[in-house]
T-cell receptor
């Protein structure tokens, strides 16, 4: 399973766009890229998922270049409540995959939104 | 639709004891995965169950075990607890095991070992 690398932390201000890039050089053909948001003492909350090119939903956009070795989560016009840790997850949870595969979240990116 | 429910939310045990944590997935979800989250290690995958069968297993000792029932509810058991087992244990459910089916997490059980 692909190992991911993200910046440890990022600071931003209310109303700005925040872009977090995740590197996953060893991504496999069947791997999807998923981003989660986590607040203290809560479980991760699903934000967005993609395979290639660009995906957009009501809260974020995900940009994936053609080689898929990295991805960028874009949070438009952040607010104070977007202060959280953001995790990039790359993996294949297919039922046909052999037992023993490990799926480990990376360290995440701590985003601090300032007023 | 109700989210993933984990019980209990908090638990305090002593070394050597055993513990069982429970997870009720989102209705209709058949895959349940368990994770351990600690400040130093981030989220680490424990195991995944799908239709009562363990599909994937992380790199944890045999003291960590789990099972899934026919209604997709899952339990995780840790025996002979060690101080290092103190962590937030998260359960996540998804429709299936395919990678295009995102996991939805509960708020976890915080286990403290004294």
């Amino acid at each position: 399973l692909a190992k991911t690398t993200q910046p440890i932390s990022m600071d931003s201000y209310e109303g700005q766009e925040v872009n977090i890039t995740c590197s996953h050089n060893n991504i496999a053909t069947n791997d999807y890229i998923t981003w989660y948001q986590q607040f203290p003492s809560q479980g991760p909350r699903f934000i967005i998922q993609g395979y290639k090119t660009k995906v957009t939903n009501e809260v974020a956009s995900l940009f994936i270049p053609a080689d898929r070795k990295s991805s960028t989560l874009s949070l438009p016009r952040v607010s104070l409540s977007d202060t959280a840790v953001y995790y990039c997850l790359v993996g294949d949870m297919s039922v046909i995959k052999a037992a023993g595969n490990k799926l480990t979240f990376g360290g995440g990116t701590r985003v601090l939104v300032k007023p | 639709k109700a989210g993933v429910t984990q019980t209990p939310r908090y638990l305090i045990k002593t070394r050597g004891q055993q513990v069982t944590l429970s997870c009720s997935p989102i209705s209709g979800h058949r895959s349940v995965s368990w994770y351990q989250q600690t400040p130093g290690q981030g989220l680490q995958f424990l195991f995944e169950y799908f239709s009562e069968t363990q599909r994937n297993k992380g790199n944890f000792p045999g003291r960590f075990s789990g099972r899934q029932f026919s209604n997709s509810r899952s339990e995780m058991n840790v025996s002979t607890l060690e101080l290092g087992d103190s962590a937030l244990y998260l359960c996540a459910s998804s429709l299936g095991s395919n990678s295009n089916q995102p996991q939805h997490f509960g708020d976890g059980t915080r286990l403290s070992i004294l």
